[in-house]
């Protein structure tokens, strides 16, 4: 499986985007897809996940009621919608299939 991701872009704080991450080249219907970010001289975080199965999703405390996550099955995509977005949240956003796969990186900033 090949993972792309796309949506990034320049927002002002208070915001939104959302993310698309589409998977190419065999199906992922049993594999946990999530979304994770990483800034410069940090580790890389984990922001949300959901099984690609049956839609059961998982978010980082300090996130969860901004950040959604979502999948399109027809579409073999997975969404990370992010709303009122804050200078902090600036980051390169990656997708990952079961954390074995990555995609390339997004990159997200957010402006004050």
């Known amino acids: 499986v090949q993972l792309q991701a796309s949506g990034g872009g320049l927002v002002q704080a208070g915001g939104s985007l959302r993310l698309s991450c589409t998977a190419s080249?065999?199906?992922?219907?049993?594999?946990?897809m999530g979304w994770f970010r990483q800034t410069p001289g940090k580790e890389r975080e984990f922001v949300a996940a959901?099984?690609?199965?049956?839609?059961?999703?998982f978010y980082s405390d300090s996130l969860k009621g901004r950040f959604t996550i979502s999948r399109d099955n027809a579409k073999n995509t997975v969404y990370l919608q992010m709303n009122s977005l804050k200078p902090e949240d600036t980051a390169v956003y990656y997708c990952?299939?079961?954390?074995?796969?990555w995609s390339q990186g997004t990159q997200v900033t957010v402006s004050s």
């Open positions: 080249g065999r199906t992922f219907s049993t594999y946990t």
């Open positions: 959901i099984s690609w199965a049956y839609g059961n999703t």
């Open positions: 990952a299939a079961d954390q074995k796969v």
